[in-house]
């Protein structure tokens, strides 16, 4: 094993068609594909040291040693990582964000792509994107989404082997900004994995996965063609679906708080009045403002000014994950 340490930083991404629910849970392939954008600015930097010595994995999360499930999913993870590079030394992983935890931003995309990149160079293994993007899935479905850079396609697949994320426009395509209007900042009582499993016992959501290729073949032309308008009206429809199966659910999921509403309303008025703005929700309460980067200012500023909102966070269009070759 030439290679025992290695450093790699990655972006979270926004899905503008989202993943909601799996065929295979254990495999993370999902009932359909999605498109989504990486988040530049916000970045997970982890760093992965396989050590003969150790008897157990170790996991620092943003300083503090971290024990219990979310040292089980790293290692579970982990232990994909050995079984391709036909290794078993433990591993300790040290991984930060740079953003604020709970934000809305789904930090599990950058935290399992990074760990995808770090564990297998650290193993040993030179993988190509797809295939680095199929091992990122096994830890979070959205983190092989981002894997690839700027504008990226998961293709839903059937197995291991045809479900991977691609990258359909660079980063410097379409310059778009992701204003994530921070409703609360408290931890969301029912996460996407169990959330996954939820998404069959609502009646709607075999209606939704029916319609998601056309809105995916719809919102990926409008993102080749840069038209907004096209875009913004598919992107809320597609949100809107998946909150309307999670709240449908048994039991249901509610994530909005009243801001979140307040601010749909809002951005829906100011697309009316002429900007190109659109909103998407995640599991979660924050709103993510999708809009021209000439027009950011001017959104995050009114978007700062409704009652219940209390931070406004930007990001452009981000690049793939990466080595960062300076890592101590
Ligand atoms: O990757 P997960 O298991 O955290 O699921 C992500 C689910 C959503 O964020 C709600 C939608 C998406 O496509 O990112």
């Given at each position: 094993m030439p290679t025992v340490q290695a450093s790699a930083i990655s972006h979270p991404n926004i899905a503008f068609i989202k993943y909601w629910g799996n065929v295979d849970h254990n495999l993370r392939i999902p009932v359909n594909g999605s498109i989504s954008m990486n988040l530049a600015g916000l970045e997970t930097r982890t760093t992965v040291t396989f050590d003969a010595s150790l008897q157990s994995d170790q996991l620092t999360l943003n300083g503090s040693n971290a024990n219990g499930a979310a040292l089980e999913r790293v290692s579970a993870f982990l232990d994909h990582v050995r079984t391709l590079a036909g290794i078993n030394q433990c591993a300790r992983v040290t991984s930060k964000n740079n953003f604020p935890a709970g934000?809305?931003?789904?930090s599990s995309s950058s935290a399992f792509a990074a760990l995808a990149l770090a564990a297998t160079t650290a193993a040993g293994l030179s993988l190509d994107t797809a295939e680095l993007s199929r091992i990122a899935r096994r830890g979070s479905g959205s983190a092989s989404r981002s894997v690839p850079g700027g504008f990226v396609e998961w293709?839903?697949?059937?197995?291991h082997e045809t479900s991977f994320a691609e990258s359909?426009?660079?980063?410097?395509?379409w310059a778009l900004n992701d204003c994530v209007a921070i409703v609360s900042k408290s931890h969301k009582e029912t996460g996407s994995t169990e959330g996954h499993t939820m998404a069959?016992?609502?009646?709607?959501q075999d209606s939704r996965v029916a319609g998601a290729p056309a809105r995916l073949d719809i919102v990926r032309q409008a993102i080749l063609e840069r038209d907004f308008g096209t875009f913004a009206s598919m992107v809320e429809l597609d949100s809107n679906m998946m909150h309307a199966v999670m709240m449908t659910s048994q039991p249901p999921l509610i994530y909005w708080q009243p801001a979140t509403l307040a601010i749909m309303q809002a951005v829906g008025q100011w697309r009316r009045e002429g900007l190109d703005v659109c909103y998407t929700i995640d599991a979660g309460p924050n709103v993510h403002v999708i809009c021209s980067a000439d027009q950011s200012d001017t959104v995050q500023k009114m978007l700062a000014e409704?009652?219940?909102?209390s931070d406004v966070l930007r990001a452009s269009p981000g690049g793939p994950t990466h080595l960062q070759k300076d890592a101590a």
């Open positions: 934000a809305g931003i789904a293709h839903a697949g059937s197995d359909i426009a660079p980063a410097d395509h069959p016992t609502s009646s709607l409704i009652p219940g909102v």
